[in-house]
């Protein structure tokens, strides 16, 4: 039996059926849940709900939310307990990446990123795919669904966002997924999509990432301070990437009493997702994969070692802590560089 014919099978056993995504879902995670919703309605599931912790505060995830029509729902709105499964896409393990507390696990995992194992009904994480997307794609051809314009958009998006528009390491079958979706893609909405205009707090947020960078050898990192919007940290380190010379870049911010962080490197030597988790995985939440990964860690940890009363202090002090771990870890020492 595939794959495929083994997820639906699961699926065919449950009346009702919760979709969680990872806390500020993005579109791999979205297109994943909606090609999981489609199969589960193939499968004859009647009652699906499509879940996420913290927010979708970048401008192109909520136009993809908006545009596409993802009826998705916050966490603490829907009762997982009382769905016959649960199924985590583009994550695996309850709060790690996600608010779902650690009692609830899943029935159902389709994940591509590197984690411990997890005792599940139905496992399938596939490190060695670019995008979880890439997964759900081979799904539905190999069931015979029946593919909407909505949902090859929505897939076809994904793939690009993920790793096609940025040449990070895809392999072919992300080529090969979106070639099956593009023909019944709506290329005017994804185009729509891509203008999607920056909002003027993610413009700040990059700004301040750009006046605190440090930089040492190709190696940046960089603070966006408080920000509200999480999704302004992957924006800002793709956009400091670009920087002449650099190849490594860690940007950190405070959000909702919470430090997180979006890690990127194009050297071929660095893993950034084990760099993060060496550097931090034993104060917070981190991982990710050779090129991209992120995490978050608990303010407080920070705040109980400096003065808790004064913003200002507490920010330089989470600076320097989380500016030396990375650097050390990177077997960086001295001054900062100079680059302009």
Known sequence: M?????LSAVLEEADSLAIVCHDNPDPDCLASAL???TIARDAGVEEISIVYGGEISHQQNRAFVNMLDVGVEAIGAVSLEDHDCIAFVDHSRPEANTTVPVSIGPDVVVDHHPGPEIDATFVDVRVDYGSTSTIFVEYLLDLDVSLTTRLASALLFALHRERLDFVREPTEREYEAALAVYPDAD???LEQLYGTAFSPATIDAIGRAIRSRERRGSSLVASVGRTTETDALPQAADYLLNLEG???VLVYGVVNGTIRMSGRSIDPRIHIGETLTAGYGSIGSVG???DMAGGRIELGLFADEADGDDDEA???????RVSRRFFDVL???GRADDDG
């Open 288 to 290: 990710g994969h050779h």
């Open 2 to 6: 595939s794959r495929s014919a083994e």
């Open 246 to 248: 650099v190849d490594t």
């Open 35 to 37: 090609a999981l919703e």
């Open 314 to 320: 507490l920010l330089a002090f989470v600076s320097r």
């Open 187 to 189: 290329l005017e909405l």
């Open 331 to 333: 077997n960086l020492d």
